[in-house]
């Protein structure tokens, strides 16, 4: 299932499955994404990943007309990947749960830019990884 959201051309977010053995893991608010970055000139790759700098705090989600939430960074995996986090609130979760749209953007000075709403297909299954 394709569990991918393109933010404009250079930025995707990639979930994961939160189905985790796991069990110390009880913040059933939260959903953790892969966000990549790919450019089609390799050789401007280097200067755009500079210019980009601290992008990987400015990514958010949006669940209807509640206030956007920025992810906070996990990791750095490589050179254009961070694992990230979103903590949702209760109202957002029952929000997202009940169909209400998904938004995702960036704002960084050089990449500002926001989703067009996000397929329902990927936010049913964002919201069924959620309510487990």
């Known amino acids: ?16 499955n939160l189905i985790s053995e796991d069990s110390s893991i009880s ?6 994404a892969t966000l990549a970055l790919k450019f089609s000139e390799k050789e401007a790759e ?10 990987e705090n400015q990514v958010w989600l949006q669940v209807g007309e509640n ?14 990947q961070y694992s990230l986090c979103f903590n949702l609130t209760n109202l957002m979760l ?3 749960q009940s169909g209400i749209t998904l938004f995702a953007g960036v704002e960084h000075p050089y990449y500002n830019v926001r989703t067009q709403e996000i397929p329902r297909t990927v936010s ?9």
């Open 1 to 16: 299932m394709n569990r991918s959201i393109k933010i404009g051309s250079n930025v995707s977010l990639i979930f994961e």
């Open 27 to 32: 913040d059933e608010n939260h959903l953790e």
């Open 46 to 55: 280097k200067e755009k990943l500079d210019q980009l700098s601290g992008i």
């Open 67 to 80: 206030d956007r939430v920025f992810s906070t960074l996990q990791q750095n995996l490589e050179q254009s």
């Open 94 to 96: 029952k929000d997202l």
């Open 124 to 132: 049913d299954s964002l919201a069924q990884d959620l309510s487990k």
